[in-house]
């Protein structure tokens, strides 16, 4: 197993946390460190306490909170086992993850948000200052533009076409397959320089359909929990490869701001409409039509 020049940001129950650290495993590989962070949002004894106590002594009581678990129930978890159907490594993401297994070392730390001093303070102490972004909010121009830190991010769409949000969604719709684009993270949305892309093949749910007609946004839940993590994770992996490991020597290609597209959230009518068409069996208006 080689260990990378990697701080992999994980948020604890983040489904792309956990995959990423799985396919890097799998492909012989386990980062450094793991920075295992709770992000708890906004807390008003926090906010208390910090008035009163000052940031630093406030911090130290944040550290005895934890997230909340995704909740889901039976058919959200079976939708996310069925989507996962033709996945390289399918992963139970409704049970505990022992980050330990995956990292040099783990190191754990609560936050409200990429805001958070305490998470600045905690991350610009880091040996290794090339952070694997993974969830947690947007990353803050403090942090980006400190020239120490450099932040990988993946995104589900091939920019610059698709930038912005429900990327896999808007691949689907606009290139007809799934895509992925690595890029060291800058102030702009989906903008930073670009290291690597990659599309994958058109997916098939078998029996979403009726998933979407019974429960549209479970179904579109389940998805984006449990099917788009393994696109991002495969392209990370290539990107890793690629360099043989050393994630030094990774350099990026400068996008233009003025090329591509930036998508807003996808209307639910048309996401509906995406992932119907995804289903593996025809859908009745064809079979009668034929």
């Not at 091939?158 to 992925?180: Q, T, Y």
């Not at 930073?192 to 179904?219: H, K, L, N, Q, W």
């Amino acid at each position: 197993m080689r260990s990378l020049s990697l701080t992999v940001v994980a948020a604890r129950h983040c489904p792309t946390s956990r995959t990423y650290l799985t396919y890097l495993k799998e492909a012989g590989f386990r980062p450094s460190k793991v920075l295992l962070v709770d992000f708890v949002g906004n807390v008003p004894r926090y906010a208390s306490l910090r008035k009163k106590f000052g940031e630093r002594l406030a911090w130290f009581w944040l550290q005895r909170l934890r997230s909340p678990a995704v909740t889901g129930d039976e058919e959200f978890w079976a939708l996310c086992r069925r989507v996962q159907a033709n996945v390289p490594r399918p992963i139970d993401y409704s049970g505990e993850f022992d980050y330990s297994g995956y990292c040099d070392k783990l190191q754990r730390v609560t936050a409200v948000d990429y805001n958070d001093a305490g998470l600045h303070r905690t991350l610009r102490r880091q040996s290794c200052k090339i952070f694997l972004y993974t969830d947690g909010g947007r990353v803050p121009p403090a942090l980006l533009n400190d020239p120490s830190i450099r932040f990988l991010h993946i995104h589900p769409g091939v920019v610059p076409e698709v930038r912005g949000s429900d990327g896999l969604f808007w691949s689907l719709l606009i290139r007809g397959r799934p895509g992925a684009s690595c890029f060291f993270m800058n102030q702009g949305i989906d903008t930073g320089d670009v290291i690597m892309t990659r599309e994958f093949d058109r997916p098939a749910f078998d029996g979403i359909r009726s998933a979407v007609e019974r429960d549209a946004p479970t179904a579109y839940r389940a998805v984006l929990h449990a099917f788009d993590p393994h696109l991002r994770a495969q392209l990370f992996v290539d990107v890793v490869k690629h360099v043989d490991g050393d994630l030094r020597r990774l350099t990026g290609q400068r996008q233009e701001p003025t090329e591509g597209m930036s998508y807003y959230w996808m209307h639910p009518a048309m996401w509906r409409r995406v992932l119907t068409q995804l289903d593996t069996a025809p859908s009745q208006s064809c079979t009668q039509a034929s």
